[in-house]
C-alpha cells in the first residue's frame, strides 16, 4: 500500500483543469445497460470507481473499452442480470445497476452495498421506487432480486428522513424510462450529477421533464437506443483546488468550472472573506486575505455539499475563530476529526456538530485516510501545515480525484508517494 507525503508550505501558483465528474460518469456507465446499441461517453476520469464500473459492465455482459478519457460500450455476447458481491461491495455506486438492468431484461439480482465508514447508508429509498414501479423485490443472502413482468409509471414519493437521496434518484429514473406511462418522482434529488444523466437518458432517446428539479416527471418509451455524451466537470474536485489555493496563501487558476454548481460553496467563501473571479469557466482562487470563521451546515444541493464538508473543516482549522460545522446528510462523517486533531486542530465533534476553534498552523504529521473526501481534508491540512505530513491508505483519494498528485505537484506542491 501506498502513503502520500506531503512537505507543506508551499503557496499553490499556476492552472489545474478540472476533471469529469465521477458521481455523474458512474451513473451514466450504468445507464448504457438499457441499450444493446453502442455509448460514447467522453470526459471520462481515470478513476478507480471508473474501472470498478467498467468491471461491472463487463460481468454483466457488455464490451466496455476505456482510452484517453473515453468509454465505448457495446454489446457483448451475454446478457447477465447478476452483479456479484465482489464488484458491488467496493463502491456503493455500484448498486444504481439495479434501475437499468430492471429496466432492460425484467430482472436484476445486485448485491446489497453494505455500510462504510460514513455511516448506515441503507437502500430503502431504492427499493421502495422500484417496487412502486411495479417490480417484485426480495432480499435474501445479501442480494437483492428484483423481478418485474412489466414495470409500470407511477406517483413517487423518493424523499427520506435524510432528504433525497442522489442514486435512489438515478435508480428510479433508470427503471421508469421503459416503464409502461408516466413516473412522477417527487423529492427527487437535484443534483447536477443527477440532471447530467437525465441529459445522457434524453440523448438515448428517454422523455424526462423537471431533472435538476424536486419533481422529475418520466414518460417511458419501448425502446432506447445508444448515444454519445461528455460528462460535467466535477465540481467537488473543483472545490477541493480552490480551497487548495486559499489554505495555502496561494493564487490559482480552476479551469473547466460550472460555476453555477458550486453555489452553496462560493457564497460560503465570499462570506468568509476570500478573493474569487470567475469568467468563462475558468475561476482564479487568491489565498491572500485574510479569512473570517463561517458556520456551515451540509444538506442536499443546492446546499453545501456533504463532500466538502471534510475539505472546508481542514480550512476553518486555519482560520482564527470559531465555526460550527454541522453534518445533515451523514452524521458520523467525521473520521477526519481526530486525524486534524494529530496535526495541532482544535476540533471538538459534538453528535451531528464539530466546533472548530481556528489555530495559526497545523503541523506534519502521519495520518490515516478513511474515506474519499476524509483524505482530501488530510491533503489540503497537509499542503498548509508546517512540517511534513504522511496520509496512508492513500487508495480512497485515487477513488475520486484523477492524477490528483501530478495537479498539485504542476501547482507547485511538493508531493510524493512512499511505500507504507
Ligand atoms: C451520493 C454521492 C456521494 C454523496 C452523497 C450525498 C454518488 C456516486 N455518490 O451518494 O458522493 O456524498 O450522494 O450527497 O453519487 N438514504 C436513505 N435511504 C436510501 C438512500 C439514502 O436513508 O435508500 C440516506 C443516506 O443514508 C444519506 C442521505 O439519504 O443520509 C443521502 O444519501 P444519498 O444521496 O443516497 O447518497 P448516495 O446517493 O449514496
Known sequence: MDKLVIEGGVKLKGEVTISGAKNAVLPILAATLLTDEPCVIKGVPNLRDTVSMLKILRALGKNAEFEKGRVNVTRGKFHSHFAEYRLVSTMRASFCVLGPLLG???????????GCV????????HLKGISALGADISIDSGYVIARAGNLRGSYIYLGGIYGSSVLATDNVMMAAVLAKGKTTIESAACEPEVADLAE???????????????????????????????????????????????????DILVKNVQYQHLGALIDKLSEAGAALEH??????????????????????????????????????????????????????????????????????????????????????????????????????????????????????????????????????????????
Open 104 to 114: 432492460k431484461l425484467k430482472k436484476a439480482k445486485v448485491s446489497l452495498p453494505g
Open 279 to 420: 469568467r468563462d469557466g475558468i475561476l482564479r482562487a487568491r489565498g491572500t486575505r485574510r479569512l473570517k470563521p463561517v458556520n456551515i451546515t451540509t444538506l442536499p444541493y443546492p446546499g453545501f455539499p456533504t463532500d466538502m464538508q471534510a475539505q472546508m473543516m481542514s480550512l476553518m482549522s486555519v482560520t482564527p475563530g470559531i465555526s460550527l460545522i454541522t453534518e445533515k446528510i451523514y452524521p458520523d462523517r467525521f473520521m477526519h476529526v481526530a486525524e486534524l486533531n494529530r496535526m495541532g486542530a482544535h476540533i471538538q465533534r459534538e453528535g451531528p456538530h464539530a466546533i472548530v476553534e481556528g489555530v495559526k498552523k497545523l503541523s506534519g504529521a502521519p495520518v490515516m485516510a478513511s474515506d474519499l473526501r476524509a483524505s482530501a481534508g488530510l491533503v489540503l491540512a497537509g499542503l498548509s501545515a508546517r512540517g511534513n505530513t504522511s496520509i496512508s491508505r492513500i487508495y480512497h483519494l485515487e477513488r475520486g480525484y484523477e492524477s490528483i498528485e501530478e495537479k498539485l505537484i504542476n501547482l507547485g506542491a511538493k508531493v510524493w508517494r512512499e511505500k507504507e
Open 200 to 250: 445522457f437518458l434524453i440523448k438515448m432517446g428517454a422523455k424526462i421533464k423537471g431533472h435538476g428539479t424536486p419533481v422529475i416527471e418520466i414518460e417511458g418509451v419501448k425502446h432506447l437506443h445508444g448515444a454519445a455524451h461528455t460528462i460535467i466537470p466535477d465540481r467537488i474536485e473543483a472545490g477541493t483546488m480552490i480551497l487548495a489555493a486559499l489554505i495555502t496563501g496561494g
Open 118 to 125: 460514513i455511516g448506515v447508508r441503507p437502500v430503502d429509498l
